[in-house]
């Protein structure tokens, strides 16, 4: 597309990169057919097109967002659906990214935004804080209803509703230290503990744990490690998503000079496609640049690190999963098949939901700032998903399983849970009911 | 116009549910263009109504105040068709995406008018059914656009353009009544107005409903590639299947950068060693396509072809046919580019391929050929750099040198684009003043205000009433 910029503008290198990745797009429509929200609500302003002209008339003419701006790119889910659809290889993620910061820097949200905003990004990312707000939550679930008919309040309703009603105590799989292995060592890795996955479902990082302990795999959970800075990213809070990077960067890099560093393993795919792109996000930092980039080269999503350790093939088992891929574990790292071959060879029979490419709603904290549209998309995938008539479903990514769980009856589980039980592990607690 | 723009917004907004109505001047902008993006108009405001009465309230509305109306669908044209005009009120159909009704025993689907067209095929695809015509930009683009624009692709070689797939359509016209013209049935009493509305540019009315021919999948498909040292081998291989009396489900071009384009994007393993390349797809049993594609082959041999891959698998063929579509929107990862969309006879397609070159290297620019070839309808990308206003004049002039071409050689200047603002100017070179008069005395029967689409189609000077 023909931009104008100013060579004053272009000498800021953010307004240079998106500058470079405007000049891709040829507006040729294709990737308002696969996003979720133009599906959904039928305007172009909501359609990865209609976001990307919306940003190019905004920075081009260096302007500080607006209402009718905000409006059109809160709703975007950065799914990434767009991404794998443009034929022309157009960076909509980084120029999402730069209009976010932007906003953030240019525009007053009306105060109740600005208060559930500053909640979740001063909660979520702390396990000891999100974990008491979630005992807390527990004793205001009878108020939800009340909260969500005060307008300003409705998001604080909302997430009383997708709180779980047992809150797990903390787990060995957070805390700090090197799991060695007996016999044979085949790898050392680093683990990402996380931020809200550890408090939500701590059986997730412990069957990594065992998994890879069995399949001689040294793992280290790192001292001052935490969240990755993916959910506070999403919200255009650069500073702190910077920060929380850096954090990591240095907690992992720690782990490679005491003793080596095969891969970053990360369960949660979320994160995942935050922390490989670390290397874009901090590389004006002079300082950083390099690190970050060495990390998000060696991050890796746990399925794809299982599939270069040749898990041998088992026999059929009479239980059928339906495979939900994350957006993130799709869209953003591109990981499609590895997923479903693991299962498929661990004995499991996989089938694919329709309208595969279509976001659940979740999108870190999506479902909390814009529930009409969540809800719809919830109910779109659960109606997909139980038409396959699978037992269960598997996933790769925290968000997705709180998100559907509070939809469908049907057991939705970590992939590697299912991996870990196949390959000798105990039996995921949520099957113990059934056989 | 523009200084009642207050009044308007205000009354359309009492004429549309919550949410149909864009007004706001930030919101306006996304709405200035289509595919074709070298030309820019903000509307004053977009409409996007979600039923045919809402439309009809909506158009019932402009008529009376004589407001242009620009139709909309997914502004995936590219010729303009869907860009607006600073007076007009955009009516898009976007929210209109219901499918309606699929009659299996009659073959038939009714939809909105704002269903992509991928959306059919893929709704009576378990059945064993697809709906034919496969614009490149079949996941995007809408029934209500392919009916605007008459538009074809790879498959239409067999199965014909739109207007051959189109039994019906509910229409709402520009003082909002709303018609229905054919049916379920395969042809209707009277005049066929359908074929007149089919391919009219959003000129003749706002269709809202489209009632379309399902055909039975076929047992088998196979695309096969075909690489050959020259384009105009592969240009007179074209000629000589098609004129031996072989009709396969399609054949499509592509020079040596366009393989480059579209490789790069969809990895469907083309060759990149040949200079051009055709797909050919053959269908039917076994035994049919191992037949025909047997004479194809003897055709190719005499026309120096050096690589021949078939197909391996489903998902092979599928990657094959991804890179292809996607080849218009893959080239912007190497430049911007003009689409032009001449038709010739077939045999002069080598020629107009070598001649399309030699324009090209005149104005000093790239040219990629990505292209409908057993049609003859031609698509040469004009590659250059819109940002710089000197390359994009050079551009222009180039396609419509390459357009005179193509009607010089016996072609047209569209194939399936469409006229809309690109080609405007350029129809006085394919018709005379009397062709073009009784063309706009058709329109005006069916639109007397000229309120629908007005600026597109005909050229600015010369009409009458304006
Ligand atoms: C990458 C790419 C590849 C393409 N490949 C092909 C191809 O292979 N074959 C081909 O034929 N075309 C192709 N096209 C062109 C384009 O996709 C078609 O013209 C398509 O039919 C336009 O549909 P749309 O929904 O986007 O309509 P729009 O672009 O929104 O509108 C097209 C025209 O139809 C009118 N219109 C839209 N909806 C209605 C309605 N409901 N009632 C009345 N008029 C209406 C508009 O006013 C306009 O004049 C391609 C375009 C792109 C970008
Ligand atoms: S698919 Fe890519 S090139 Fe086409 S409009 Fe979308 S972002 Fe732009
Ligand atoms: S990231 Fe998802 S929601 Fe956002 S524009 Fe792209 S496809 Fe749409």
Request: with cysteine; aromatic share 6%; hydrophobic share 40%.
């Amino acid at each position: 597309m023909q931009t104008s910029f100013a060579p004053a503008q272009l000498a800021d290198p953010q307004i240079a990169t998106s500058e470079q990745i405007l000049r891709k797009c040829v507006h040729c429509g294709f990737c308002t057919a696969t996003c979720p929200t133009y599906v959904t609500l039928g305007n172009e302003l909501d359609s990865p097109r209609g976001r990307i002209y919306l940003i190019k008339d905004m920075l081009e003419n260096d302007r500080p967002a607006d209402e009718e701006v905000v409006t059109h790119i809160d709703r975007c889910l950065s799914c990434l659906s767009c991404m794998t659809t443009c034929p022309s290889g157009v960076n909509y993620m980084h120029l999402v990214d730069h209009a976010r910061v932007h906003i953030e820097k240019t525009y007053e949200r009306p105060l109740g935004d600005r208060l559930v905003r500053a909640v979740l990004a001063a909660v979520l990312p702390y396990p000891g804080r999100f974990r008491l707000a979630l005992k807390a939550a527990g004793l205001g679930r009878p108020f939800a209803g009340l909260l969500k008919r005060i307008g300003p309040l409705k998001p604080f309703g909302t997430m009383l509703d997708l709180a779980p009603s047992k809150v797990a105590p903390a787990s060995i799989a957070d805390t700090p230290g090197t799991h060695r292995v007996d016999g044979l060592k085949r790898g050392r890795v680093a683990i990402l503990s996380g931020c809200a996955q550890p408090v939500l479902r701590p059986e997730i990082n412990e069957a990594t744990l065992r998994l890879l302990a069995r399949l001689g795999v040294e793992v280290v959970v790192p001292e001052n490690a935490g969240c990755c800075g993916a959910l506070v990213h999403h919200m255009g809070r650069e500073e702190q998503a910077l920060e929380a990077a850096r954090r990591m960067v240095d907690a992992w890099l720690k782990v490679k000079v005491d003793g080596g560093l095969d891969a970053v393993i990360i369960t949660a795919s979320g994160c995942g496609t935050t922390i490989k792109d670390y290397g874009h996000m901090l590389r004006l930092d002079p300082d950083y640049a390099e690190k970050a980039a060495e990390v998000s080269a060696l991050a890796r999503d746990i399925t794809e690190y299982l599939s270069g350790l040749e898990l041998p093939v088992l026999e059929k088992r009479a239980l059928t999963v339906a495979y939900h891929s994350a957006c993130s574990m799709q869209h953003g790292q591109k990981i499609t098949m590895a997923p479903k071959v693991l299962l498929s060879n661990a004995g499991f029979t996989v089938r694919d939901p329709g309208e595969g490419h279509l976001c659940c709603g979740s999108a870190g904290t999506y479902n909390i700032l814009q529930p009409e549209i969540s809800t719809t998309l919830k109910a779109r995938k659960i109606r997909n998903i139980e038409a396959t008539k699978a037992d269960i479903i598997a996933t790769g990514n925290i968000g997705c399983i709180t998100q559907i769980a509070t939809g469908t009856a049907m057991p939705i589980l970590h992939t590697v849970e299912l991996l870990d039980w196949a390959y000798g592990g105990p039996k995921p607690a949520l099957l113990e009911t059934r056989d | 116009m523009l200084d009642r723009r207050e009044t308007i917004v205000a009354d359309l907004a009492d004429l549309l549910p919550p949410g149909c109505l864009v007004s706001d001047v930030r919101g306006l902008v996304p709405f200035e263009t289509d595919a074709f993006i070298a030309y820019r108009r903000v509307p004053l405001a977009v409409a996007l109504p979600e039923t045919t009465a809402q439309v009809a309230a909506v158009l019932k509305y402009c008529s009376r105040y004589g407001i242009p109306v620009v139709p909309r669908g997914a502004g995936t044209s590219l010729s303009g068709g869907a860009i607006p005009q600073e007076d007009a009120v955009v009516i898009g159909l976007s929210k209109m995406t219901r499918i309606l009704d699929i009659d299996f025993p009659n073959r038939t689907a009714t939809v909105e008018a704002g269903v992509t067209n991928i959306s059919i095929s893929e709704a009576v695809m378990p059945e064993g059914f697809f709906y034919a015509p496969d614009p490149s930009s079949q996941l995007a683009c809408t029934i209500g656009g392919n009916i605007g624009m008459n538009s074809g692709g790879a498959h239409c070689l067999k199965y014909g353009v739109t207007t051959n797939n189109l039994l019906g359509v509910k229409m709402v016209l520009f003082d909002g009544t709303i018609i229905e013209l054919g049916g379920k049935a395969l042809d209707a009493a009277g005049y066929d107005l359908l074929g007149l509305v089919c391919g009219s540019e959003g000129q003749l009315g706002i269709v809202t409903e489209a009632t379309v021919r399902l055909l039975a999948r076929p047992e088998g498909a196979r695309p096969v590639l075909f690489g050959f040292s020259s384009s105009e081998e592969a240009g007179a291989c074209v000629a000589e299947v098609i004129g031996s009396g072989i009709i396969p489900v399609a054949i499509e071009f592509m020079d040596k950068p366009a393989i480059g384009i579209c490789e790069a994007f969809a990895k469907a393993g083309y060759p990149m060693d040949v200079e051009a390349l055709l797909i050919v797809e053959v269908e039917g049993s076994e035994a049919e396509m191992d037949a025909t594609l047997a004479s194809i082959i003897d055709i190719a041999r005499r026309h120096g072809v050096t690589t021949i891959r078939e197909s391996q698998s489903a998902t092979e063929a599928a990657l094959i046919w991804k890179g292809r579509k996607s080849a218009f929107g893959a080239t912007g990862r190497i430049a911007d580019y003009i689409c032009m969309d001449g038709t010739v006879p077939l045999s002069k397609l080598s020629e107009v391929l070598r001649k399309t070159g030699e324009i090209a290297a005149r104005y000093g620019l790239r040219v990629a050929n990505v292209f409908h070839a057993g049609d003859g309808n031609m698509h040469p990308l004009i590659l250059y750099n819109i940002n710089d206003p000197e390359d994009a004049a050079r551009a222009e002039a180039a396609g419509n040198d390459i357009l005179k071409l193509c009607v010089d050689a016996g072609g047209c200047l569209t194939g399936e684009h469409g006229v809309g603002i690109e080609k405007r100017d350029l129809m006085l070179h394919q018709f005379t003043q009397a062709d073009l008069n009784q063309q706009m005395a058709a329109r005006a029967a069916f639109d007397p205000q000229w309120i629908m689409n007005p600026s597109k189609v005909f050229p600015l000077e010369g009409r009458p009433t304006a």
